[in-house]
């Protein structure tokens, strides 16, 4: 099932979801609450001409952290003002907000781009949409744009939505039983 | 329950650090939130599995590898009586 605006505001109130910082009142639609984004993006450096390279995932030793921190640079929204993603381009953002599900809470998210956005050619997820029981952080986003047109980024624009959802239960992790502490016979 | 984590850097972004976690294969490097480490160890819940001396747990997040379940060894991990559910 999912939450109402009514309640994901009863579960952000009682805990069982945390936002901060908490959105304002007209982040909210019926079922969903948007989110802003944050300040600082990270931008792919152009590569070399001449140069060929591919992302090895495979590899043993690979460290997808390392290597995009090796191939984009951070840039900051509120130093330029704005950030113009050219057509058919990815940058990395965050949301400015952090989200944390707790552990033994019965809720799971998922991540959704906003409409009026994509009518433009912007999502903000290439894939795993969902956030588990368990999560802390602020969400990172895969911004492409899809479009024929740059499409201008600026900090707190609200770049993203969430859905909450029921769970069926709490998932193993929730439960201390058989494998807490005990050697297998 | 809490799992040991190692080598704490700076992550991609301010919110982010990156840590490694121990695993039966060597280790792992997980992106977390600065604030969901406590004592050198993050919240992991209960282990969902078991295999001699290592215990499969869900971690908060994906791994860089892409993996959320990983083996690590048992005294890697940390009981917490305070993350128990209640009724």
Redesign the interface.
């Known amino acids: 099932m999912i939450l109402t605006d009514r309640e994901i505001k009863a579960s952000l109130a009682n805990g069982l979801i945390i936002i901060e910082p908490t959105p304002d009142q007209d982040a909210y639609e019926s079922t969903t609450v948007d989110l802003t984004l944050d300040p600082t993006l990270r931008t792919f450096r152009p590569a070399a001409p001449g140069l060929s390279v591919a992302v090895d995932p495979g590899q043993p030793g690979y460290k997808a952290k390392d290597l995009i921190a090796g191939v984009t640079e951070p840039f900051s929204l509120t130093e330029r003002g704005y950030y113009d993603l050219e057509s058919k381009k990815l940058v990395l953002g965050w949301t400015r907000e952090r989200i944390e599900l707790p552990l033994h809470g019965r809720v799971a998210a998922r991540v959704e781009g906003k409409s009026g956005l994509a009518r433009v050619g912007l999502s903000i997820h290439c894939t795993a949409p969902t956030i588990h029981a368990g999560f802390v952080g602020t969400i990172q986003l895969e911004i492409v744009n899809h479009g024929p047109m740059p499409i201008r980024l600026r900090a707190g624009i609200p770049i993203c939505q969430l859905i909450f959802e029921l769970t069926l239960g709490m998932s193993d992790k929730a439960y201390s039983g058989q494998f807490a502490g005990q050697e297998a016979t | 329950?809490r799992l040991k984590v190692e080598k704490v850097e700076e992550?991609?972004?301010?919110?982010?650090v990156?840590a490694t976690v121990r695993t039966k294969t060597g280790s792992e490097?997980i992106?977390?939130?600065p604030?969901?480490i406590h004592d050198n160890s993050i919240?992991?819940?209960?282990?969902?599995?078991?295999?001699?001396p290592y215990?499969?747990?869900?971690l908060?997040?994906?791994t860089?590898?892409?993996v959320?379940r990983i083996w690590v060894p048992?005294d890697d991990?940390v009981?917490d009586e305070s993350?128990?559910?209640t009724a």
């Open positions: 329950m992550g991609l972004h301010p919110s982010e990156v490097e992106t977390l939130h604030r969901s919240v992991i819940g209960w282990p969902v599995g078991i295999d001699g215990r499969l747990v869900e908060p997040r994906s860089s590898r892409g959320r048992k991990l009981n993350l128990r559910a």
